[in-house]
């Protein structure tokens, strides 16, 4: 069975304090800290065991993960396995990146966020060159807030020219036709960000080949879809994947939409859906 499994374990807690994400500078107690870091060593654990399956794992924690040393040891571990074809995270990029040496870098990739004001520019950019230099896949993106375009110019400029830099619709903001023409010129595929996406009743990926699972094992269609399919670890998720049509109005973020079987996007991102990362030539 192929299987792409987005993991959100119980940490929240960040070392950034954007004023537009509602976990910024969030603390985690020792004990939630203990707590997440059990959870992620038994999914790790379980996924290393799956040598029947091909996995994909994208790791979206609501706080920073790669500051954390089980999240790196996570995807140094899960890349060295034959049967894991992508393990990927989402991270601000505020950890050193020397780790990465212990992975395979065929097989380990960055979905990197660059958050204006929250690290210093040249200090974000040494680290995407270091990435480079090892070969390591990743992307890189803003929120497209107005105070962030020359920011995103700025770095766009500074980024390897195969690097991808994506742009997301900043939450609530509403763009004109002028002001997404900008950004569709740093990013061409900012239109699929800019509005969110009807899906009610078309055919999605998440719940057949894709899946969400929490910290308790509990799995998921979808992050956004709260009915539950069964857990991880006794297996009982398996009979129920299937097929099925998505239960809500919209879907509105990367990690969802891009699933959606009536987008192009597993054609534009294909070999890298989960760091983010378009196939070669699919940007024009």
């Known amino acids: 069975m192929d299987l792409t499994i987005l993991y959100r374990g119980p940490l929240a807690s960040c070392d950034f304090d954007c004023p537009y994400c509602p976990f910024a500078k969030r603390r985690d107690t020792p004990e939630q800290l203990r707590a997440d870091r059990a959870a992620l060593e038994r999914f790790t654990g379980w996924?290393?065991?799956?040598?029947?399956?091909?996995?994909?794992?994208?790791?979206?924690?609501?706080?920073?993960?790669?500051?954390?040393?089980?999240?790196?040891?996570?995807?140094?571990?899960?890349?060295?396995?034959?049967?894991?074809?992508?393990?990927?995270?989402?991270?601000?990029?505020?950890?050193?990146?020397?780790?990465?040496?212990?992975?395979?870098?065929?097989?380990?990739?960055?979905?990197?966020?660059?958050?204006?004001?929250?690290?210093?520019?040249?200090?974000?950019?040494?680290?995407?060159?270091?990435?480079?230099?090892?070969?390591?896949?990743f992307s890189v993106g803003v929120v497209g807030l107005p105070e962030h375009l020359e920011h995103a110019r700025r770095l766009r400029a500074a980024l390897p020219p195969h690097v991808y830099l994506w742009i997301n619709a900043a939450e609530g903001h509403t763009y004109t036709d002028a002001e997404a023409a900008t950004w569709t010129a740093l990013d061409p595929l900012f239109p699929y960000s800019r509005h969110p996406h009807r899906s009610a009743g078309l055919p999605c990926r998440t719940g057949a080949s894709?899946?969400?699972?929490?910290?308790?094992?509990?799995?998921?269609?979808?992050?956004?879809?709260?009915?539950?399919?069964?857990?991880?670890?006794?297996?009982?998720?398996?009979?129920?994947?299937?097929?099925?049509?998505?239960?809500?109005?919209?879907?509105?973020?990367?990690?969802?939409?891009?699933?959606?079987?009536?987008?192009?996007?597993?054609?534009?991102?294909?070999?890298?859906?989960?760091?983010?990362?378009?196939?070669?030539?699919?940007?024009?």
């Open 210 to 284: 894709v899946v969400s699972v929490d910290g308790e094992g509990t799995v998921r269609r979808c992050h956004f879809v709260r009915a539950e399919l069964g857990n991880l670890y006794d297996g009982s998720y398996r009979a129920a994947l299937a097929p099925r049509p998505c239960p809500l109005a919209v879907c509105d973020c990367h990690i969802g939409y891009v699933h959606l079987e009536t987008l192009p996007l597993y054609d534009v991102f294909a070999g890298g859906v989960l760091e983010r990362v378009p196939a070669p030539g699919s940007l024009g």
């Open 47 to 137: 996924a290393k065991d799956q040598s029947g399956d091909r996995l994909s794992v994208l790791f979206t924690p609501w706080g920073e993960g790669l500051v954390r040393s089980w999240y790196r040891r996570a995807l140094v571990e899960l890349s060295h396995r034959p049967h894991v074809e992508r393990v990927a995270i989402q991270t601000n990029l505020s950890c050193r990146t020397d780790w990465l040496a212990d992975a395979d870098p065929d097989t380990v990739a960055l979905w990197c966020t660059y958050h204006p004001g929250q690290t210093p520019y040249d200090r974000f950019v040494a680290k995407t060159r270091d990435l480079a230099d090892r070969g390591i896949r």
